[in-house]
């Protein structure tokens, strides 16, 4: 906390109000969060920019960055026991998306589905195993598991993975939503996420490429309406991260520590 109040005092300006003050000390707060939940304290913030990744929505000592910790009012649940895997749901997804803008943006968004089916039909979430035992999908015991996003509590690993602030906490059910104004398409909340339910567009960082995940569609997802077996439903938000199996290894990089996440009942 000393080097925060050092460094508060050295950029405040002369006169300035208790307003332009909090503001100061809210922005190195959440910075030094910011760069220590996402392990790049080390590294610094210039490494960041070898990825392209160097400036941030919330960079500027007057707009501190800001860290969203409301819950979601919804989430979308599977039964996978009820799924055809007629992938239904992903052309839903696909053709309500498809070049539309969010509500308060600009950039269209692009034809990727934000619930998985596909990717585990054949051989499920594990894959092919080594010991080449059974498991889900067409190559095991027919089962396919549809994979949904967690809307995620805080802390929320793609948000405050994202260096641009673009992941952020939209009405009306708090769905953790991608805006696509701020995202540069760097891939690091793809990365971030456990379940691997965050995606891109195209190539890293390339002009058009965005990421895109699950945003509830207002609270009434069309995956759900267009499933015909009800292998999908629109229930209120639980916090499943604990209990569903991560899909991914999570780089150490930007790996959340438990001492972080334990240091968060400190601040709220």
């Known amino acids: 906390m000393k080097e925060i109040f050092s460094a508060v005092a050295g950029e405040m300006k002369e006169n300035a109000t208790t307003e332009e003050i909090t503001a100061l000390i809210r922005w190195h707060l959440t910075r030094r969060q910011f760069l220590v939940t996402t392990g790049v304290a080390g590294l610094g913030v210039a490494s960041l920019s070898i990825f392209g990744c160097g400036g941030s929505a919330g960079s500027s000592a007057t707009t501190p960055r800001q860290v969203f910790v409301a819950n979601a009012l919804g989430m979308v649940v599977?039964?996978?026991?009820?799924?055809?895997?007629?992938?239904?749901?992903?052309?839903?997804?696909?053709?309500?998306?498809?070049?539309?803008?969010p509500t308060g943006q600009t950039q269209t968004q692009y034809s990727v589905s934000n619930v998985k089916v596909s990717r585990n039909k054949n051989f499920g979430v594990a894959g092919v195993t080594p010991t080449g035992s059974l498991g889900d999908?067409?190559?095991?015991?027919?089962?396919?598991?549809?994979?949904?996003?967690?809307?995620?509590?805080?802390?929320?690993p793609c948000q405050l993975a994202c260096p641009q602030?673009?992941?952020?906490?939209?009405?009306?059910v708090n769905a953790r939503v991608v805006n696509l104004d701020l995202c540069i398409g760097c891939g690091i909340c793809v990365a971030a996420c456990p379940w691997a339910m965050t995606a891109l567009t195209g190539t890293v960082l390339a002009a058009a490429t965005k990421s895109h995940k699950c945003h509830l569609c207002n609270g009434n997802p069309e995956c759900v309406?267009?499933?015909?077996n009800g292998a999908l439903t629109y229930q209120s938000w639980v916090d499943t991260t604990k209990t569903?199996?991560?899909?991914?290894?999570?780089?150490?990089?930007?790996?959340?520590?438990?001492?972080?996440?334990?240091?968060c009942t400190q601040c709220h």
């Open 78 to 101: 599977a039964d996978p026991s009820r799924c055809g895997t007629c992938r239904r749901c992903e052309m839903a997804c696909v053709g309500y998306n498809q070049n539309q803008a």
């Open 137 to 156: 999908g067409d190559y095991g015991n027919f089962r396919t598991p549809q994979d949904t996003c967690r809307q995620c509590p805080h802390p929320v």
């Open 165 to 172: 602030g673009a992941i952020q906490v939209i009405d009306p």
């Open 225 to 228: 309406q267009a499933c015909p």
């Open 244 to 263: 569903v199996p991560a899909r991914q290894v999570v780089p150490a990089t930007i790996q959340l520590p438990a001492d972080v996440a334990a240091s």
